[in-house]
């Protein structure tokens, strides 16, 4: 019998603990309101999601004190999984520390130049250009770092698991019907949901899309990928399925790729494949094939591009063609941004503070008055934290993928296969349509990547109950 490396122990108690149990379902219905204020990308949204979120995590951390249990789940085989993120998370702490002179000509020279041509000549500063904004995106931040927190403490049961992939996956499936039924399919504009705009109303849906293949994959038996089907009972088996819950969620998958291609988002719809195609492939690399997943996942997505080339992927393709990456201000501006990142190439010019200084970068080719984002997050992100701050995150985000990686190849327990797929897919494809927008800076969609990451990574440490109770039975017999 094979061996499983990846599988953690049941928990040790069926006890439901009150907090976790709070703490959770307080979770789902963050997770429900987030998208719909503009994706949360107003200060007083994202401010009361600061309150929710924190206000949820004293009240855990509280009765955890009064009732000592301890950790469970990934946090046992993997404790980096939460130490590396919230290394990157304190990061901007560091950028408002003030430094003598002598300190920060040696690690920003720049942010010492600037601050004399202010006359604010003498004193100790900070290296950040704008301190204010650099606290406010530090606690923006630290909400993201306790919902990822939240989640992996919450969800150590596979019920939990299911129910919060459930709620993700309508989610998605709102933003897409609210998508199609409130605006022009066949509008130039696009269609953006609850959002402003509909590259970000993409990126939602790059994280629900996947979390829906995920479920699929997690119906799986055991069973029925034992016995190969012929043509004719697969059809048959195809035309039952569609009146049970896989018929529905494989109806709705095909309506959010619908609403992500009439959304034109050329960035989102070329991540989202990309980073689908990329987690098929693993699919052959697996020490445990099932064609069954194969014979689910890809038909599906043919299905789903078929209908967006119906619908709306001409028009998506057509707007490809037309513009030239030259012709864009995001070539501009990604222009302008290198020289930013040159003059403050080590810790950068302080988290949030990108719009407080680019304009002394911008070239003049730029049309746009003002820009508070590079539409490159990764970009951005080396200008306002710089080398080190990008390769903190980079080091977290890498070895999330590494382990999740791992899990999906290792791992025959269809559950954990389907949400080690949607932490993979999600993540990736939002990273790569960060090469082109700052989806990272709309909170609800950040706070829906650190979900699906989480809800990943306790897809490799999830218990396989079946395989635990063979494993009794036979210790009994001994």
């Not at 122990?9 to 987030?34: E, I, Q, T």
């Not at 709620?167 to 709102?174: E, P």
């Not at 494809?429 to 979900?451: G, R, W």
Request: proline share 5%; glycine share 8%; aromatic share 12%.
């Amino acid at each position: 019998m094979s061996k499983e490396p990846f599988m953690m122990p049941p928990p040790s108690s069926n006890r439901d603990p009150l907090s976790d149990r709070w703490a959770f379902y307080g979770l789902l219905v963050l997770l429900l309101w987030l998208p719909l204020p503009l994706g949360s990308n107003r200060p007083w949204a994202w401010g009361l999601m600061e309150v929710w979120v924190f206000t949820i995590l004293f009240f855990w951390f509280l009765d955890r004190y009064r009732n000592p249990r301890p950790l469970e789940g990934v946090f046992i085989l993997y404790p980096l999984i939460f130490i590396l993120p919230a290394l990157w998370t304190c990061y901007p702490l560091l950028q408002l520390i003030p430094l003598p002179e002598r300190i920060l000509k040696l690690l920003s020279p720049a942010s010492l130049e600037v601050a004399r041509i202010a006359g604010m000549t003498g004193g100790w500063r900070p290296i950040s250009l704008d301190p204010h904004l650099t606290l406010t995106a530090w606690l923006k931040g630290m909400a993201y770092l306790a919902v990822f927190w939240l989640t992996l403490v919450t969800t150590t049961t596979r019920p939990r698991l299911r129910l919060l992939a459930i709620t993700i996956f309508c989610c998605g499936t709102l933003q897409a019907l609210w998508g199609i039924l409130s605006g022009n399919m066949l509008s130039s504009m696009g269609l953006h949901g609850t959002f402003v705009n509909r590259n970000h109303f993409a990126g939602f849906l790059e994280l629900t899309i996947p979390v829906g293949f995920g479920l699929l994959v997690a119906w799986l038996d055991h069973q029925s990928m034992r016995n190969r089907p012929t043509w004719g009972e697969s059809l048959q088996h195809a035309l039952h399925a569609l009146g049970t819950g896989k018929g529905m969620v494989s109806i709705l998958l095909v309506t959010q790729f619908l609403a992500l291609f009439l959304s034109r988002s050329r960035g989102g719809s070329a991540a989202l494949l990309c980073s689908l195609f990329i987690v098929t492939l693993m699919t052959n690399q697996r020490m445990h094939k099932s064609s069954r997943e194969q014979r689910l996942i890809l038909p599906l997505l043919l299905v789903s591009v078929v209908a967006g080339a119906w619908f709306g992927l001409e028009h998506l393709v057509e707007r490809m063609l037309a513009t030239t990456l030259q012709q864009l201000d995001r070539w501009e501006i990604a222009v302008s941004v290198t020289g930013l990142i040159r003059d403050y190439f080590l810790v950068g010019v302080g988290a949030g503070a990108f719009a407080t200084i680019f304009s002394m970068y911008r070239n003049p080719g730029l049309t746009g008055e003002f820009y508070d984002h590079a539409h490159n997050d990764h970009l951005e992100l080396i200008a306002e934290q710089g080398l080190l701050g990008y390769l903190l995150l980079a080091l977290a985000m890498a070895y999330s993928w590494r382990v999740m990686g791992r899990a999906f190849v290792q791992r025959r327990d269809p559950f954990a296969r389907g949400m080690l797929l949607a932490g993979l897919a999600g993540t990736l494809s939002l990273e790569l349509h960060a090469l082109v927008d700052f989806n990272f800076h709309i909170p609800a969609n950040a706070v829906f990547f650190m979900v699906v990451m989480a809800m990943g990574l306790q897809g490799a440490a999830i218990h396989h109950p079946n395989r635990y109770q063979v494993r009794e039975r036979r210790q009994q017999h001994v």
